[in-house]
């Protein structure tokens, strides 16, 4: 099983940016798919998750501002990020969930002026 992201980037605050993570196809249509971050000093947070169904859930500190998706179509993942703050600065990972959980590489966001 694997796991791509990328999208991350440097951003200046109140930018937006988008995440991808592409899946493979052999977990992607039966697994729950997160993205979590981990900033300096910090464990590993949740920030978002999307079922197979498609319902999501979001940190409370990014509630408004982020948006998880996913196409089926593609086996991908998608985190729109608005509205971004200097906190939001961390290294950013997809996780899949299917009888055992999966991480993909992570990929930096930095939001600085």
């Known amino acids: 099983v694997q796991l791509q992201a990328s999208g991350g980037g440097l951003v200046q605050p109140g930018g937006s940016l988008r995440l991808a993570c592409a899946a493979s196809?052999?977990?992607?249509?039966?697994?729950?798919m997160s993205w979590y971050r981990q900033a300096p000093g910090k464990e590993r947070e949740l920030v978002a998750v999307?079922?197979?169904?498609?319902?999501?859930n979001y940190a409370d500190s990014v509630k408004g501002r982020f948006t998880m998706s996913r196409d089926n179509a593609k086996n991908t993942v998608y985190l729109q990020m608005n509205s971004l703050k200097p906190e939001d600065t961390a290294v950013y990972f997809c996780?899949?969930?299917?009888?055992?959980?999966?991480w993909g590489q992570g990929t930096q966001v930095t939001v600085s002026s």
């Open positions: 996780h899949a969930f299917y009888v055992r959980a999966y």
């Open positions: 196809e052999s977990i992607f249509s039966v697994a729950t």
């Open positions: 999307v079922t197979t169904g498609g319902s999501t």
